[in-house]
């Protein structure tokens, strides 16, 4: 089974830009997690998607938003970009009964390393 | 944001040597994972642990969920060169709450292994 995959690897982007980074999950899972990842705060939890809606949110401001697709493939999606929203992106899916175990288990992409200058 | 406590922060050890690491938090988790990351990649699960003191291998790797359900052990027996890299562990809450998505990280253990 292929596993999840980011797209792109890496970006460049200016302030004031907005970007939007893709994650198509391991075939079957129907949830979408999405964190951001630094060298200050770690791995944070940005947000969660299921059936197409948003089911988890993290602490972060609005200009970061995503969407899922009926193929359960995401998009995120960050606006007027600042400095500090360099990171790297991590992208996890689960197959996510909300109510088993072991089948709920995160994998995670490779990663969207976002530069900001 | 919340992040874990995790220790230790590095460690530096050499090959053959037996490796332990904890991560410690101020709530209760019903899961406890440890993924381990390296360089430009994203974090691989390595063992997941679903029961309040379940101990759980995975080749060289062992793992446990404390008893209080507030802490999570892992142990990396007989180190070899490819051990190296950050280790994370990561909480999940209560399935039946609609949140498990929310992993709660630790701040990670980067370990190198000399020859």
């Known amino acids: 089974k292929a596993g999840v995959t980011q797209t792109p690897r890496y970006l460049i982007k200016t302030r004031g830009q907005q970007v939007t980074l893709s994650c198509s999950p391991i075939s079957g899972h129907r949830s979408v997690s999405w964190y951001q990842q630094t060298p200050g705060q770690g791995l944070q939890f940005l947000f969660e998607y299921f059936s197409e809606t948003q089911r988890n949110k993290g602490n972060f401001p609005g200009r970061f938003s995503g969407r899922q697709f009926s193929n359960s493939r995401s998009e995120m999606n960050v606006s007027t970009l600042e400095l500090g929203d360099s990171a790297l992106y991590l992208c996890?899916?689960?197959?996510?009964?909300?109510?088993?175990?072991?089948?709920?288990?995160?994998?995670f992409g490779p990663g969207t390393r976002l530069t900001v200058l | 944001g919340q992040q874990l406590n995790q220790s230790p922060q590095s460690m530096f050890i050499q090959e053959g040597e037996d490796v332990s690491m904890n991560c410690t938090s101020s709530s209760i988790f019903n899961t406890w994972l440890w993924y381990k990351q390296d360089p430009g990649e994203g974090p691989v699960l390595l063992i997941a642990l679903y029961k309040a003191g379940e101990l759980t291998s995975n080749g060289r790797l062992t793992a446990q969920f404390g008893i209080t359900r507030k802490d999570s052990f892992l142990n990396i027996s007989a180190s070899i060169p490819s051990d190296v890299g950050i280790y994370f562990c990561a909480g999940q809450p209560n399935l039946n709450t609609g949140t498990a998505s929310k992993l709660t990280f630790g701040t990670g253990t980067r370990l190198q292994v000399t020859l």
């Open positions: 996890a899916s689960s197959w996510a009964p909300a109510t088993s175990g072991s089948s709920d288990t995160q994998y």
